[in-house]
């Protein structure tokens, strides 16, 4: 008696989505463990360099905190701290000039109201409801038949794809930003203002692979309720 075997040609997007993150992770590492070797000329930490740029910006009610983790960096709006890793807090090398600065940028864009950055914030708890939901229907549509029911649980999972697509442009608006308080607060020179800009570029590409990453698997997605339905036919 002989045994077939099924093979899902769908699973080649999960591969092109593995490759494509892959590739951007260790970009955004190389570039990391490359500039963190890289003293800045003013010698001044990650925390130093935040500190000044939100002084500059009348942001002096902006906390800069040290938290746990690498490159767990971020701008919470809530409450209106930068907080950096341990690494990026404490070293002066180019690697956490750059981050530092990209984090203040969050900061800039919260202050100036940028419209992105709160409609982001404003989304994360209905895209957090809506993940969770969206594959345990898309499941159970696809248990029961239901090709309406599988497709709802697909649209609730595209809410995961328009955050990604709105935090786009609000890390790169934030990349900008921060490059240009570095060069205007004179804590760069010219030479390493490249260094800079080449970490951030290689931070940006993460956000990037993420949309395609998540693109592919919403591709799959639709691929499998329509074969479903095919086969229901």
């Known amino acids: ?13 999960v591969v092109i989505g593995f490759i494509i993150t892959l590739i951007a992770e260790i970009g955004v590492k190389g570039s990391y463990g490359k500039y963190k070797r890289i003293n800045a000329s003013k010698m001044i930490t990650g925390r130093e360099v935040a500190r000044r740029i ?19 960096d971020h701008y919470n709006p809530s409450d209106k701290t930068v907080n950096l890793s341990t690494d990026i807090y404490k070293d002066s090398s180019i690697a956490s ?28 708890p ?17 248990l029961f038949g239901s090709f309406n029911l599988a497709m709802i649980g697909l649209f ?16 790169f608006n934030a990349s900008h930003r921060a490059k240009k308080e570095l060069i205007k607060l004179n804590l760069v ?21 993420s949309v395609a990453n998540t ?3 919403m591709l799959r997605m639709l691929l ?5 339905r095919r086969s229901d036919d």
């Open 126 to 142: 209905t895209v957090n409801i809506c993940s969770k939901l969206g594959y345990f229907v898309v499941v159970i549509g696809l």
């Open 54 to 72: 939100l002084d500059a910006n009348g942001l002096d009610n902006v906390q800069v905190k040290e938290v746990a983790g690498t490159l767990s």
């Open 215 to 217: 693109l592919l698997q």
């Open 97 to 124: 000039i750059a981050v530092a600065a990209h984090e203040c940028g969050h900061a800039i864009q919260d202050k100036v109201g940028y419209k992105l950055l709160r409609f982001r914030h404003s989304i994360i």
């Open 156 to 171: 609730l999972l595209c809410t995961i794809l328009v955050f990604q697509l709105v935090t786009l442009p609000v890390e």
């Open 189 to 209: 020179d010219q030479k390493e203002t490249s260094g800079v800009k080449s970490m951030l570029f290689s931070a940006a590409m993460t956000y990037v692979a």
């Open 224 to 228: 499998i309720i329509l074969n479903s």
């Open 1 to 13: 008696m002989g045994y077939g075997y099924y093979y899902d040609p769908t699973y080649i997007l």
